[in-house]
């Protein structure tokens, strides 16, 4: 089937300009993604922050967080 | 506890994995192709939509000579011999009925059926299977078939979006789940290299690939769609997502339909579950399926009413050992809540901004509206201490009230499910379709399939009877326009 379609390649030539824009668009649309998810991602943890400096609370995590810095910050 | 939140973090690390997409995708390997596909159509009584979908199917943009559309009429009793004989009609070269006569045996045998007509002759390069009802975008065949260049890969499946037009409250839960279990986590199958499932409504499967797994769908079970892919996988062929290929399919706008539909679905997970025992995290014979991150992944999401219970069960044994340390606990578990659903919700909208518009108040209702009092209340520190010690009078001394109040937040996690469970029996025994939505409306979207797979347990440890309880279908689909 292999060399099936390397043979049948030919038959899609004549919309082998919409393939490669297409393909072009599929790209930029996952690329998208990526900074659609660094996007969301910074927003989230920019909120975990905020609701830290306006209501210090109890949070394990943040807590260790802390630890860590102030361990590094020491060295 | 830790349990519990394994579904939240394993939820969390798949949408993690989704944005890597736009680095490491299978775009780079597809080329110009229009192998010869023979398009596979189970039908049984599906004279309201089977028309329009060959319509759809012939006024693809892909060459006509390459396509040949076979409906496998599964001895209906409606209109459906009479519009395909219409259709072959008209279009002699690309449209073929197959009628069997005994039917009623369910998908995979119709499907096989047609398969094995197809394989005896030597024409068709490639078999897309699909659904009676499922509309295909104009370029989705071509984007999937492109991806057949790479000789590595043995079956292409499409994003499958829900597309009755108008819709109403449960397609539209069911709209936005799909942007969550297709968009999202199978962009991150292609990066983990390991997919889950090739949706039922479209693969496209090389014709060596067909072969290679026996020439013929699994009929075992309730899963045949998710066999082939684990099938294809095991004869080591990859399975790839295509979210840009798109097709529109119709879902069901009742919970009885839901509820119908997802058992079936999750009764065929747990046979398959079974079936494939030998895979589960044995790496090195079956590298992908038996990684130790995919069977997480997959234990995580079919056991997950467990994990439900069990966190119940812990906050509970918990509370009457030691209340504080339960309340901490608890109070932890829910800001993980808060912090997953939030990036889970938002990056939905933005992995799929068309269906988002559609049913973004669905998406925001998922968890349901007790639920999200919960994460409203974790989110700002200090109300839910402040909750109690309202209800306590002012005083750390738990009341009556405010202990009924805290065993009713620690046991929500499973209570919900028991809520959505009591949504179905409303919808089921009375008819009282309003109520029934209401009540999903405050468990939640997502505890209604929890509660189903909980059910398929259930089912099958009581070796309920295998029906092939097919999904009806009213025609009301359409190609949106983007």
């Known amino acids: ?75 | 506890m830790l349990l519990g939140s394994l579904p939240l973090l394993t939820s969390l690390f798949q949408f993690l994995l989704v944005g890597l997409h736009g680095l490491k995708n299978h775009y780079h390997k597809v080329q110009n192709i229009a192998p010869r596909v023979a398009i596979i159509i189970p039908a049984w009584n599906e004279g309201s939509v089977i028309g329009t979908t060959i319509e759809q199917l012939y006024n693809l943009d892909y060459e006509k000579s390459s396509l040949k559309i076979y409906v496998v009429d599964d001895a209906s009793t409606d209109e459906t011999p009479k519009i395909c004989q219409a259709m072959h009609k008209k279009y002699p070269k690309n449209v073929y009925h197959l009628r069997r006569e005994n039917g009623g045996q369910g998908k995979a045998h119709t499907l096989n059926h047609g398969i094995e007509i197809i394989l005896e002759e030597a024409w068709a390069e490639a078999l897309l299977i699909m659904d009676a009802d499922v509309l295909f975008e104009k370029n989705a065949l071509r984007k999937m078939a492109r991806h057949l260049a790479d000789p590595e890969v043995g079956s292409v499946t499409a994003y499958i979006k829900e597309g009755s037009e108008p819709g109403n409250l449960i397609s539209k839960f069911i709209a936005f789940e799909y942007i969550t279990a297709q968009a999202a986590s199978r962009r991150a199958q292609n990066i983990m290299g390991t997919m889950a499932c090739l949706a039922g409504g479209a693969q496209l499967h090389t014709r060596e690939n067909l072969r290679a797994i026996g020439g013929r769908i699994d009929t075992s079970s309730l899963a045949e769609d998710t066999f082939t892919t684990f099938n294809t996988q095991i004869n080591g062929r990859k399975a790839i997502f295509d979210g840009n290929a798109i097709v529109w399919a119709e879902e069901p706008d009742n919970i009885v339909g839901v509820w119908k539909q997802r058992l079936r679905w999750a009764r065929g997970n747990v046979q398959l579950t079974k079936a494939f025992k030998h895979v589960w995290f044995r790496s090195k014979a079956y590298p992908g399926l038996g990684s130790f991150l995919f069977g997480t992944l997959w234990f995580s999401i079919i056991s997950m009413p467990f994990f439900m219970l069990l966190s119940t069960i812990g906050l509970l044994v918990l509370f009457f050992v030691n209340f504080p340390l339960s309340w901490f606990v608890f109070k932890q578990f829910w800001i993980l809540n808060s912090i997953t659903y939030l990036f889970i919700t938002l990056f939905s909208f933005g992995i799929d901004p068309f269906t988002a518009k559609r049913s973004w108040i669905q998406g925001v209702l998922f968890p349901g509206l007790i639920s999200m009092a919960i994460i409203g209340l974790s989110s700002i520190p200090g109300t839910l201490d402040l909750l109690i010690y309202k209800l306590n009078g002012h005083s750390h001394e738990l009341t009556q009230l405010s202990t009924f109040v805290v065993l009713f937040m620690y046991s929500w996690v499973s209570l919900c499910m028991l809520f959505a469970y009591w949504a179905y029996q409303v919808e089921k025994r009375w008819q009282l379709n309003t109520l029934a939505k209401i009540i999903i409306l405050i468990s939640g979207f997502g505890p209604l399939l929890c509660a189903i797979t909980l059910q398929s347990y259930i089912s099958e440890w009581q070796k309920t009877e295998l029906k092939w309880d097919k999904t009806e279908k009213s025609g009301k689909v359409k190609v949106m326009s983007h």
């Not at chain 1, 072009?24 to 660094?38: A, G, M, N, P, Y």
């Not at chain 1, 109890?58 to 590094?72: D, G, H, N, P």
Request: one cysteine or more; a positive charge; aromatic letters at 8%.
């Open chain 1, 1 to 75: 089937m292999g060399q099936n379609r390397k043979k049948r390649k030919g038959q899609g030539d004549v919309a082998l300009s919409v393939f490669a824009q297409e393909k072009k668009e599929d790209i930029q649309e996952e690329k998208r993604l990526f900074t659609v998810e660094c996007l969301v991602l910074v927003m989230v943890f920019v909120l975990v922050i905020l609701r830290e400096l306006i209501f210090p609370s109890q949070l394990f995590w943040i807590q260790e967080i802390r630890a860590i810095i102030t361990l590094i910050s020491n060295l």
